[in-house]
């Protein structure tokens, strides 16, 4: 790996930890911030499957009269997901949520999120690897790379009276990897977000 | 809540296992599927080897563009790509900066030479893989045929391969736009005879004379847009005739079940061509002194409604290499165009089957 690639890994690594820390720092606030946990399907490109697990931090709660959901959340994820034949991928990847409720009916909320996201994405080549050396050509274990992804994403979703937030999302980034190609990668999401009332009750106090 | 993670995760699982799982370990079997990776010069080039190597006999499928896939070949076009693999172990190998390969390639190394020397490792790796004892057939669309010409012209290399296909190659680089301008200027003739878009192939007739009139014996990536232009009028034209069946598997199923990877091979084809297709053009010197020198068996197929690597390089393949009569032939699909392996899949690996059985130790 070029030792210009190695800083900026180092100093985006950097950056996560920083965030994480700031969330972090302390306990009882992360706590009372917590708002949901989720977990879901996490396809990229729909077919290719794997999990996405989150947590959801509140940042600041601008409800109104006329808009009764108006709210925004720090979000950081854990994703994993496979292509076929190619590469395991492991994403981690905070994201920053506005998010917006559009219709109560009865005790259900349809709301809808837009998301900014930046995140480390390792992926693995799946198969056997070797090196052409001088010597001959050798077996080696080291496959893969690192890369940056950023983009946006999407969210539709359903809180229902027993607090879980069910939702349909779709991710759109842009991958600056090790390599010298820029791929793009979207992904289709399916998951339910279980709320964390105790979190919102000492908020509210 | 437990529940529900629960069932989310065996959902995922369930997922992957309905996929196929990659088997390495059996290293020879009637129905092989091994993924490999290749690095060399910078490039981590993916390989599928899959089929029947039993016999260890390989099939090596080099892709056209350049900046094509070979793993398409076997996402899209499993009716050619399964026949074969019923006899054979084909080899998909996508090239440097091409289809789903990675790594940090340098511009710099997109040359003629470094392909050449990228096809000659990936046989070293199924010589140091499957054994000495192996035989390999070595098969090329379009920019793939020339790709193996090119290889083929150095005898060192030339016999580690035991054949030569060549499908819709285009050989020699400046010729074979010429070629097409002629083809085009055929069919053009043949088709407004008949009376179909009799309009339209006249036009292109004389748009095609005219490039071959203004006598250009060598080409550039900047002078080449023109009769790259005028072929792709008429291959919409053929389209539009309606002469071609296009038969290609479903994108879920390449998706889902195989390694088609959209945006990594999109990713890779927008990168510039212009400093190998330049230095394909410088090649053509040495391609006019070394093909009379290849001895290699080789089969040379080429479509009848191809006008982007026309018939003409068949014929001119043929005509130049020192093989025996009775150890090349030169085959024309009459329901082809550039890509036989969507027009008439089962016939084409029919006919390569056939005659690696026949050539191939």
Redesign the interface.
């Known amino acids: 790996m070029?030792l210009l690639s190695s800083l900026r890994f180092a100093v985006f690594f950097t950056l996560i930890l920083i965030a994480s820390g700031w969330t972090g720092l302390n306990a009882q606030e992360t706590k009372q911030r917590l708002r949901s946990v989720g977990?879901?399907?996490y396809g990229e490109?729909g077919?290719?499957?794997?999990?996405q697990g989150d947590i959801t931090l509140l940042i600041a709660d601008n409800s109104t009269r006329r808009y009764k959901w108006r709210k925004l959340l720090f979000r950081p994820s854990a994703i994993y997901f496979?292509?076929?034949?190619?590469s395991n991928n492991f994403i981690i990847m905070p994201q920053l949520v506005s998010q917006i409720g559009a219709r109560e009916i009865g005790e259900t909320l349809l709301y809808f999120e837009v998301s900014g996201k930046v995140g480390y994405h390792r992926y693995q080549?799946?198969?056997?690897?070797?090196?052409?050396t001088p010597t001959?050509?050798q077996s080696?274990k080291r496959?893969g790379?690192n890369g940056v992804v950023y983009g946006l994403g999407f969210l539709l979703g359903i809180k229902s009276r027993s607090d879980r937030y069910y939702s349909l999302s779709m991710d759109y980034l842009n991958e600056k990897?090790?390599?010298?190609?820029?791929?793009?990668?979207?992904a289709i999401k399916l998951?339910?977000r279980?709320g964390c009332k105790q979190g919102e009750k000492e908020t509210a106090k | 809540m437990k529940n529900i993670i629960h069932r989310f995760i065996v959902f995922v699982i369930l997922l992957s296992s309905i996929q196929c799982a990659v088997d390495n370990r059996t290293l020879f079997g009637d129905d092989i599927r091994h993924q490999l990776w290749l690095t060399h010069e910078g490039a981590d080039m993916a390989i599928t080897v899959e089929g029947n190597n039993l016999k260890k006999r390989f099939c090596i499928l080099v892709h056209g563009g350049p900046g094509s896939s070979a793993q398409e070949f076997n996402t899209f076009t499993k009716p050619f790509s399964d026949v074969i693999e019923r006899d054979y172990a084909m080899v998909y190998y996508d090239q440097r900066a091409a289809g789903i390969s990675r790594g940090t390639v340098d511009p710099e190394t997109e040359t003629v030479a470094q392909h050449v020397d990228d096809l000659d490792q990936i046989i070293e790796l199924l010589y140091l893989r499957y054994g000495e004892d192996i035989s390999i057939a070595l098969m090329g669309h379009s920019w793939g045929g020339y790709l193996t010409s090119a290889y083929l012209l150095d005898a060192d290399r030339s016999a580690k391969v035991g054949v030569w296909v060549n499908i819709d190659g285009g050989i020699h680089r400046t010729n074979f736009l010429n070629d097409d301008m002629t083809r085009i200027m055929e069919i053009a003739e043949d088709q407004a005879s008949q009376g179909i878009f009799p309009f339209e192939w006249n036009n292109l007739k004389a748009q095609a004379q005219q490039q071959l009139n203004s006598n250009v014996t060598k080409y550039t990536y900047e002078t080449q847009d023109t009769p790259f232009r005028i072929v792709s009028n008429a291959e919409q034209l053929i389209n539009k005739s309606g002469v071609l069946e296009t038969i290609t598997g479903s994108t879920f199923d390449a998706i889902f079940f195989d390694n088609y990877q959209p945006y990594i091979a999109a990713a890779n084809d927008s990168r510039s061509g212009e400093i190998i297709q330049n230095d394909m053009f410088e090649f053509d010197s040495t391609v006019e002194a070394l093909l009379p020198g290849v001895e290699l068996p080789t089969l040379s197929i080429y479509g009848y409604w191809d006008v982007r690597t026309a018939l003409q390089q068949g014929e001119y393949v043929f005509n130049t290499i020192a093989t025996p009569e009775e150890s090349k032939e030169l085959i024309i699909l009459e329901d082809s165009g550039h890509s036989p392996m969507v027009n008439e899949p089962t016939r084409l690996a029919n006919t390569i089957v056939d005659w690696l059985d026949i050539h191939l130790p």
Not at chain 1, 47 to 51: I, K, R, W
């Open positions: 070029p977990i879901g399907y490109l077919l290719h499957p794997g999990l496979r292509r076929q034949f190619y080549y799946i198969g056997d690897q070797y090196i052409s001959g050509i080696v496959g790379g990897t090790e390599d010298t190609i820029r791929p793009k990668l979207i998951g339910v279980f």
